[in-house]
């Protein structure tokens, strides 16, 4: 596994996913005990300090699996929001969690059940509530 590469999280998106993990039916998962620690190592901004290519919660980011060469447009979204088929992936998802925070270039190597792992490469971040001054999303 490579070293991951640094992230940026707002100071919102920082709170509402700490307090989102304190749920107890959440604190034992994998994917949430995952997600805190991105949460440990991010470079935490204001909302309206944000660059506008970073991926944020409710961000609408295409990336590039470079192992396979698919493009995927995806919107990261708290759990209860999660939809497949819509292209909403859940922030406790591995992808989910592996991509928030990281800026357009970037990309990060990430493990997933059974043994594959993904090399996704944020391409565009074409909507992110911060840049778009939705302060409520």
Do not use: F
């Amino acid at each position: 596994m490579s070293s991951l590469p640094p992230i940026t999280v707002s100071s919102r998106d920082l709170a509402r996913l700490e307090a989102m993990l304190e749920a107890p039916t959440l604190r034992q998962l994998p994917a949430a005990q995952a997600l805190g620690d991105e949460l440990a190592r991010a470079n935490v901004v204001e909302p309206s300090d944000m660059p506008a290519d970073v991926v944020s919660m409710n961000s609408v980011v295409t990336c590039l699996d470079e192992n396979t060469g698919e493009s995927h447009q995806l919107t990261l979204v708290y759990p209860h929001e999660a939809d497949a088929d819509a292209g909403k992936v859940s922030v406790l998802a591995p992808v989910g969690s592996a991509l928030l925070g990281l800026s357009v270039g970037q990309h990060i190597d990430w493990a997933m059940p059974g043994g594959r792992s993904l090399r996704l490469k944020v391409t565009s971040v074409s909507y992110q509530p911060e840049a778009a001054g939705d302060a409520g999303r």
